[in-house]
Nanobody, 125 residues
């Protein structure tokens, strides 16, 4: 049974920060067994991968968020986080967390079979 639940989204002004959370479980296993990723989809655009963390702790970021966003995991709470700083209106999107077992391309959504329902982030100028 897969349960990934995102939270922490909402409205924010440009330059502000938000921290997204993704809590849950995947077939009873903890997140530390999986590649975990954050994806987003803006209106009228395709979903894009923005951050990923491997079971070994290595991270990958899209150029659009590098230096502003930080992905992390609290294994004790089985919760994935995305700290987003210096938010801009172009960061407005639905944000999703996802999990995969075998991931070769960290920011490619096809690599991730397990998905949450998303949390909306709206950045105003």
């Amino acid at each position: 049974q897969v349960r990934l639940v995102e939270s922490g989204g909402g409205p924010v002004q440009a330059g502000g920060s938000l921290r997204l959370s993704c809590a849950g479980s995947i077939s009873g296993y903890t997140y530390s067994n999986y590649y975990m990723g954050w994806f987003r989809q803006a209106p009228g655009k395709e979903r894009e991968g923005i951050a990923s963390i491997s079971p070994f702790g290595s991270t990958t970021y899209a150029d659009s968020v590098k230096g502003r966003f930080t992905i992390s995991i609290d294994n004790a709470k089985n919760t994935l986080y995305l700290l987003m700083n210096s938010l801009q209106p172009e960061d407005t999107a639905m944000y999703y967390c996802a999990a995969g077992v075998i991931v070769y391309r960290a920011l490619l959504e096809d690599e991730y079979p397990y998905w949450g329902k998303g949390t909306q982030v709206t950045v105003s100028s």
